[in-house]
């Protein structure tokens, strides 16, 4: 099997201002790039600055195709159900002629239950209308008419080819391999009550299961799997951060309903699937997570360790340098 590839994921959670915070994720993914990373991924997130800090994401990663010239970028994801389709085909076709062609579209259903109201949508109607925003979509980008003999111009460019679907189910495993698109998977999901300490292959297997029995013959699987991930040069110093981070995030999941089991920081690791430690320890702990083997490529994130700034430098470069390579990770040369 070929070695994955790179990929830096951010949800722009930087304890800073927007303007901030937009200025910070630049300089992660220029980092990533200097590092050999393959493609960054942003996500997008409504109205709330716990949960994330960018509602545009296009906007921001053709600011970023301006500072950088390799490496690919990502939404990560778009919440489809709550845009106009044909605005994101054209959002999208503009950022990837700036960007000379780097532009990948990762969409999904999801986002938070409450953001949906304001833009005219229940969240119990999500998996219907992303089907049908989907098609529009995909009817834009290949050209085809989208109504009153309309096409979208720019052209798609081959980006109906650069759609990745996140989905936490078989199902949605099975849809996106129906449309030959890649698979996004999430850092963490949640356990089943009856199986609260299952291992995340439990629950990601399955989905790559169906995505890879749904592909046209022919069709090149692209899975990523989004992983949370920090280096540090001392462990001690990464479990400070992570005592903080990982704490809140735990609450906010509880808050959503979820159980999170156990409350020590030994637990609290294990139940948000945290890679975390000096390179030697996150690369044992990244070997022992099953899922990757199948992944194509592998996207890590601090969240929700969620340290300063630097020190998220800092575990780039010891991730890219250090860890990749000893997990037989692609890093590209001459970054």
Same mark, same amino acid.
Do not use: C
């Given at each position: 099997?070929?070695?994955? !590839?790179?990929?830096?994921? /951010?949800? $722009?959670?930087?304890?800073?201002?927007?303007?901030? +915070?937009?200025?910070?994720?630049?300089?992660?993914?220029?980092?990533?790039?200097?590092?050999?990373?393959?493609?960054?991924?942003? !996500?997008?997130?409504?109205?709330?600055?716990?949960?994330?800090?960018?509602?545009?994401?296009?906007?921001?990663? %053709?600011?970023?195709?301006?500072? /950088?010239?390799?490496?690919?970028?990502?939404?990560?994801?778009?919440?489809?159900?709550?845009?106009?389709? &044909?605005?994101?085909?054209?959002?999208?076709?503009?950022?990837?002629?700036?960007?000379?062609?780097?532009?990948?579209?990762?969409?999904?259903?999801?986002?938070?239950?409450?953001?949906? $109201?304001?833009?005219?949508?229940?969240?119990?109607?999500?998996?219907? &209308?992303?089907?049908?925003?989907?098609? &529009?979509?995909?009817?834009?980008?290949?050209?085809?008419? *989208?109504?009153?003999?309309?096409?979208?111009?720019?052209?798609?460019?081959?980006?109906?080819?650069?759609?990745?679907? !996140?989905?936490?189910?078989?199902?949605?495993?099975?849809?996106?391999?129906?449309?030959?698109?890649? $698979?996004?998977?999430?850092?963490?999901?949640?356990?089943?009550?009856?199986?609260?300490?299952?291992?995340?292959?439990?629950?990601?297997?399955?989905? @790559?299961?169906?995505?890879?029995? %749904?592909?046209?013959?022919?069709?090149?699987?692209? @899975?990523?799997?989004?992983?949370?991930?920090?280096?540090?040069?001392?462990?001690?110093?990464?479990?400070?951060?992570?005592?903080?981070?990982?704490?809140?995030?735990?609450?906010?999941?509880? +808050?959503?309903?979820?159980?999170?089991?156990?409350?020590?920081?030994?637990?609290? @690791?294990?139940?948000?699937?945290?890679? @975390?430690?000096?390179?030697?320890?996150?690369?044992?702990?990244?070997?022992?997570?099953?899922?990757?083997?199948?992944?194509?490529?592998? !996207?890590?994130?601090?969240?929700?360790?969620?340290?300063?700034?630097?020190?998220?430098?800092?575990?780039?470069?010891?991730?890219?340098?250090? *860890?990749?390579?000893?997990?037989?990770?692609?890093?590209?040369?001459?970054?």
């Amino acid at each position: 099997m070929t070695a994955p !590839a790179l990929a830096f994921f /951010t949800r $722009l959670l930087d304890d800073a201002p927007p303007a901030e +915070r937009y200025r910070l994720a630049t300089e992660q993914i220029l980092q990533a790039e200097r590092h050999g990373v393959e493609r960054a991924w942003v !996500a997008q997130h409504h109205f709330h600055a716990a949960e994330g800090g960018l509602p545009s994401p296009l906007v921001l990663l %053709a600011h970023i195709a301006a500072r /950088t010239s390799s490496i690919r970028l990502a939404t990560g994801i778009i919440t489809l159900p709550l845009e106009d389709p &044909v605005r994101v085909a054209e959002d999208a076709a503009v950022a990837d002629l700036l960007s000379g062609g780097r532009i990948d579209l990762g969409i999904g259903s999801g986002g938070t239950p409450s953001s949906f $109201l304001p833009f005219g949508q229940h969240v119990r109607d999500k998996a219907e &209308v992303y089907d049908r925003k989907l098609a &529009v979509l995909l009817d834009a980008l290949e050209g085809r008419d *989208v109504g009153g003999g309309n096409t979208l111009y720019p052209e798609g460019a081959g980006l109906s080819s650069r759609i990745w679907q !996140a989905t936490f189910s078989a199902f949605g495993g099975t849809r996106a391999g129906q449309h030959g698109h890649g $698979l996004l998977l999430s850092r963490t999901q949640p356990r089943p009550a009856d199986d609260l300490h299952a291992p995340l292959s439990a629950l990601q297997d399955p989905i @790559i299961d169906a995505y890879l029995d %749904a592909l046209p013959d022919g069709a090149e699987p692209r @899975i990523t799997a989004s992983r949370t991930v920090f280096v540090a040069d001392d462990r001690a110093e990464a479990l400070r951060f992570a005592e903080v981070g990982l704490r809140r995030a735990a609450e906010g999941f509880r +808050r959503q309903g979820q159980t999170i089991p156990g409350d020590g920081l030994d637990d609290l @690791i294990a139940a948000l699937d945290t890679h @975390i430690g000096t390179p030697e320890e996150v690369a044992e702990s990244l070997a022992a997570d099953t899922t990757l083997g199948r992944a194509t490529e592998i !996207a890590f994130q601090v969240h929700s360790v969620d340290a300063p700034h630097e020190h998220v430098l800092r575990s780039i470069e010891l991730f890219a340098g250090e *860890v990749a390579p000893a997990l037989g990770y692609a890093v590209k040369e001459n970054a």
